[in-house]
């Protein structure tokens, strides 16, 4: 089948490309168009045309929620969104902390997925911050990258650990940055609006605290490491600082964090 996107806005960062035109797709594949081929046109006039969007932070539920997603649901909405790559986190039931659970992704993946699917791996067994997950193996099976989301390492010897495991196969490590000992049993943001509504605060530095020593630990380790859901101004001053000294440092940013 040939496609004929026309009048769209071209946005290629690999070329530098920002541009109104016409691209034509051949059998799913971009060329130039020969003139003859018969095709479907389709008007982006107002719209992008990009490539395919990756999303690093996803929960596609899978296995043991999947009353809230499954891997076919969840990469259906990927597809409709326009993301052709998905990251999946490995807090499921049971926790994606050994190398058969993360073929057991890729399997469902290869069945069910509606994009390209690579699964994260957890940092320690059971999420449970004690031991260390078979990081060697996961990485063998096809783990992208380690993280412990929904929670941080709380121990900073574990999580310095795993760094140099990761290290080792080049993986890098996701962060969930929050101090537990300082969020307590904090609802929201620390604030006016928090004591107006009679709520407990979650103070900044719980964040900030975090993402600083995951900084300082992937620096001594020499790996690659990304802050999840970033939300305080410290942590992105953080971040900033980190990438101005050369350092592997990245971050994302949700958009009700930014919007809200």
Not at 19 to 46: C, H, K, L, M, P
């Amino acid at each position: 089948m040939n496609i004929l996107i026309k009048n769209g806005r071209i946005l290629d960062p690999k070329n530098n490309r920002d541009e109104i035109g016409d691209i034509f797709i051949r059998d799913g594949i971009i060329a130039d168009y020969d003139g003859t081929s018969q095709y479907e046109t389709v008007d982006a006039d107002g719209l992008w045309v990009v490539p395919g969007l990756i999303d690093l932070h996803t929960h596609l539920r899978e296995p043991g929620f999947l009353h809230k997603e499954t891997i076919r649901t969840g990469t259906e909405a990927a597809a409709a969104g326009g993301f052709t790559s998905v990251c999946c986190m490995p807090n499921t039931n049971p926790v994606v902390d050994n190398e058969i659970l993360v073929e057991y992704v890729r399997l469902i993946s290869s069945r069910e997925a509606k994009v390209n699917v690579f699964p994260i791996g957890a940092v320690t067994k059971g999420q449970n911050g004690t031991e260390l997950a078979n990081i060697a193996g996961m990485a063998k099976a096809g783990a992208c990258a380690l993280s412990e989301d929904g929670k941080s390492v709380a121990n900073a010897a574990v999580l310095k650990s795993a760094m140099k495991y990761a290290s080792m196969f080049d993986l890098p490590v996701f962060s969930h940055c929050e101090d537990a000992s300082l969020a307590g049993t904090g609802q929201m943001n620390a604030g006016t609006a928090a004591e107006l509504l009679g709520l407990a605060g979650i103070s900044n530095d719980s964040e900030d605290v975090i993402i600083a020593r995951d900084i300082i630990l992937a620096k001594a380790a020499g790996i690659r490491l990304h802050i999840c859901h970033i939300s305080t101004a410290g942590g992105v001053f953080a971040v900033e600082t980190a990438q101005k000294l050369g350092l592997p440092v990245t971050a994302e940013v949700t958009p009700h964090h930014f919007t809200l």
